[in-house]
């Protein structure tokens, strides 16, 4: 029988982390036949719920959940880590400028990227879900310099999806017909979803839809703003989806991307498509055998160029703000 996998989860007991432990623990993560032993990060006032949580986790008797443990020690939950989700994080709050957002994003990031870099698994691969990801990623990417740079990564890929349903939904097509969907940028409401390499049933996307106005006044913004629709009709964020988004991107990373198929990923730039190298953006890659590359050679037309690069220079912006603050 394997060794279980290591999966450590922080802010397990918000509201991703409700949405996201049940699945993880029946196998969607990394597959069918993989134990996992989860390790639950809070802060103190967190680790009470959390305990409910695995209560209900032990209550599911999920074959392949091999052991729960929680913590509010960093270097206890990263303890041999193979796979971490960084979940919890300081939201924005009314009247808070963004220097203070990356100030208190740093006083957690920083600490769990040390950790990491002292105290997880060789292979471990890290996924970024709290916001302000891409920066939040960078930051615990830059205070563990001992772990390879790529294995640090930001989510977009529930902009993936989203953008993938509108298209869909816009086209009359089943979402199983779309391919190479690419969000570029920052996960903000400054991303760039990418229609002008995507394939609808074979055919190239942009041809399809033919409607430059839709793009650019319907489709992006729908996108772009899609989380802050749901706060308003719900009452609550969006939760389920981030969490599905967070198994997507981690059964990719682990598991490969479809033949003719790609994904978007927030991770750091070598310097394709005129990215700066080390700024952690996304990329449509492709991946094998748990690595990923990011697609080469498609050409960027002049709308797509002033979108990339606008949501880029927002992540400059960030990562010199964190800079200026000696979080990286
Ligand atoms: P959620 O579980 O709803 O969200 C957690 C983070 O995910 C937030 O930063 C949120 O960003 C982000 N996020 C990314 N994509 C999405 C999306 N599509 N929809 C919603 N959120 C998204 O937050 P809760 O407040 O319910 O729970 C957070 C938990 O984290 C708490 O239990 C808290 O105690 C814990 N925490 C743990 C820390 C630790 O382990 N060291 C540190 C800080 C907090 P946004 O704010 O932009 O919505």
């Known amino acids: 029988t394997r ?22 623990a029946s196998g969607h993560l990394l597959g069918a036949d993989v134990p996992v032993k ?9 680790l009470k719920a959390a305990e409910g949580t695995a ?17 509010d020690d960093p270097n206890v939950a990263f303890d041999g880590a193979n796979v971490a989700l960084l979940v919890g994080a300081r939201p924005r ?16 990031f920083k600490p769990q990227g ?108 729908t996108v772009a703003k899609r989380g802050a629709a749901i706060i308003e009709a719900r009452g609550a964020s969006s939760a389920a989806s981030a969490a599905n988004a967070a198994i997507d991107h981690v059964h990719t990373w682990v ?14 730039s070598d310097g394709s498509y005129g990215v700066p190298e080390g700024l952690i953006s996304s990329f449509p890659v492709t991946v094998k055998d748990g690595k990923y590359e990011i697609v080469q050679g498609l050409e960027i037309n002049d709308f797509s160029r002033s979108r990339i690069d606008a949501s880029v220079q927002e992540l400059a912006e960030e990562r010199d703000a964190v800079r200026a603050l000696g979080l990286i």
């Open 255 to 268: 598991n490969g991307t479809a033949e003719g198929d790609w994904a978007s990923m927030g991770i750091p």
């Open 114 to 221: 040390k950790a990491i870099n002292d105290h997880a698994a060789d292979d471990i691969k890290v996924l970024v879900v709290g916001n302000p990801a891409n920066t939040n990623a960078l930051i615990a990417q830059a205070a563990a310099p001992d772990v390879p740079a790529e294995r640090f990564t930001a989510m977009t890929r529930l902009d993936h999806n989203r953008a993938i349903s509108q298209l869909a939904k816009k086209t009359g097509v089943a979402v199983s017909e779309i391919k190479k969907l690419t969000i570029w940028g920052n996960h903000s409401a400054t991303q760039y979803p990418d229609i002008f390499h995507a394939e609808i049933a074979g055919k190239n996307a942009a041809e399809v839809v033919n409607d430059e106005q839709w793009l650019a006044d319907t489709f992006i913004p």
């Open 38 to 46: 989860l390790r639950l990060l809070e802060i103190p006032q967190g």
């Open 93 to 108: 709050t009314k009247g808070m400028e963004r220097g203070d957002l990356l100030e208190a994003n740093g006083g957690i």
């Open 3 to 24: 060794t279980p996998v290591n999966v450590t989860i922080t802010g397990a007991a918000g509201q991703i982390g409700y949405a996201l432990l049940f699945r993880i």
């Open 55 to 71: 209560m209900e986790l032990d209550d599911c008797a999920f074959p392949l959940l091999r052991g729960i443990e929680i913590t």
